[in-house]
């Protein structure tokens, strides 16, 4: 691990700024991501921020019927709070489904925003990444592809976004709260907080240099059952092969998106149309334009069936 500067902040504001201020800051809370990948000097921070002393770990109820989520709830809160679980049942299951306890305790609603890939070329540093270092290559195109994209991808990146958590938000039509470092703030929707890779796949989101996630907000509730399936190599502790999100009406019109998958939690809203007909077209909207690898060729049909149980679950 190489030396850096550590400091708290003690407003979003001044976090962000001090962000701005030194060319390859980092803010710190859970760590459970940051950490690992600093031990492995593929992040290497100058300073730390520590923002764990803001007071962002509040959920509370918004003027709109929604909920505001802190960035600083712990996973392990969030998944357990009696109005996510109620209202936003697909959330609570999704946060569930992920990592291990443990690390659900430590984990924030920001840094889950804000994981990184989980590609195993990005995290050997003796293989080519463009996402590590850009203008290096990708190692996973043309070699070990099962767990990465098959939507979404370019020349540069194959690389996917491993969040559970990000993929209810993206159901849920979430907005994400910022300060920038003049002290501004901003809003930015779930759809446009993460980025595709195209000739930039180190860029992961749409952030600015040093602005700070400050909360989390979901719109009021929709009506319908909610459901996370998630398909994965072992029952609990890995990253999806395939995962899907969905509300579903009794109607059989819904929501739904899907991980594992892309660069990004992926949802086509025209796709959700064909639902009410089964998983079949839905899928056929969702994966339309997919470029998979020989490994992962198995995830065009593993999205369908996957879909299908969700459906059939709800139709029972």
């Given at each position: 691990m190489r030396p850096f500067s550590y400091t708290r902040a003690a407003t979003p504001a001044e976090a962000a700024a001090a962000a701005a201020r030194t060319q390859g800051a980092k803010f710190i809370a859970g760590g459970t991501n940051l950490l690992d990948l600093?031990?492995?000097?593929?992040?290497?921070?100058?300073?730390?921020?520590?923002?764990?002393?803001?007071?962002?770990?509040?959920?509370?109820?918004?003027?709109?019927?929604?909920?505001?989520?802190?960035?600083?709830?712990r996973n392990t809160d969030l998944a357990a709070d009696k109005r996510v679980r109620r209202d936003y049942g697909v959330l609570s299951r999704a946060l569930l489904a992920g990592a291990s306890g443990q690390l659900r305790n430590k984990a924030t609603?920001?840094?889950?925003?804000?994981?990184r890939t989980r590609c195993p070329y990005f995290y050997d540093t003796n293989q080519a990444c463009n996402k590590r270092k850009p203008g290096s290559g990708c190692a996973a195109i043309g070699g070990f592809s099962r767990q990465l994209g098959v939507v979404g991808m370019s020349d540069a990146c194959i690389a996917t976004n491993p969040s559970d958590m990000n993929v209810a938000l993206r159901l849920l039509d979430a907005n994400v709260e910022t300060v920038r470092p003049d002290g501004s703030a901003r809003l930015i929707a779930i759809a446009d907080f993460h980025r595709l890779p195209g000739n930039t796949?180190?860029?992961?989101?749409?952030?600015?240099?040093?602005?700070?996630?400050?909360?989390?907000?979901?719109?009021?509730?929709?009506?319908?059952?909610?459901?996370?399936?998630?398909?994965?190599?072992?029952?609990?502790?890995?990253?999806?092969?395939?995962?899907?999100?969905?509300?579903?009406?009794?109607?059989?019109?819904?929501?739904?998106?899907?991980?594992?998958?892309?660069?990004?939690?992926?949802?086509v809203e025209a796709a959700e149309a064909e639902l009410p007909r089964g998983a079949k077209p839905?899928?056929?909207?969702?994966?339309?334009?997919?470029?998979?690898?020989q490994d992962n060729r198995f995830k065009l049909s593993l999205t369908e069936r996957t879909l299908g149980a969700v459906l059939a679950q709800?139709?029972?």
């Open positions: 600093m031990k492995l000097e593929i992040e290497t921070p100058a300073q730390l921020i520590d923002v764990n002393g803001l007071g962002l770990d509040a959920i509370e109820k918004t003027d709109k019927g929604g909920l505001r989520i802190g960035a600083l709830v609603t920001a840094g889950n925003l804000l994981q796949p180190q860029l992961d989101t749409n952030l600015e240099a040093g602005e700070l996630i400050t909360a989390v907000t979901l719109p009021k509730p929709i009506g319908g059952e909610h459901f996370y399936h998630k398909v994965r190599d072992r029952a609990s502790y890995a990253f999806a092969l395939v995962s899907v999100a969905a509300v579903i009406r009794r109607d059989g019109s819904g929501r739904v998106a899907v991980g594992g998958i892309g660069p990004k939690p992926w949802r839905v899928a056929a909207g969702l994966l339309a334009g997919a470029k998979p690898t709800a139709r029972s």
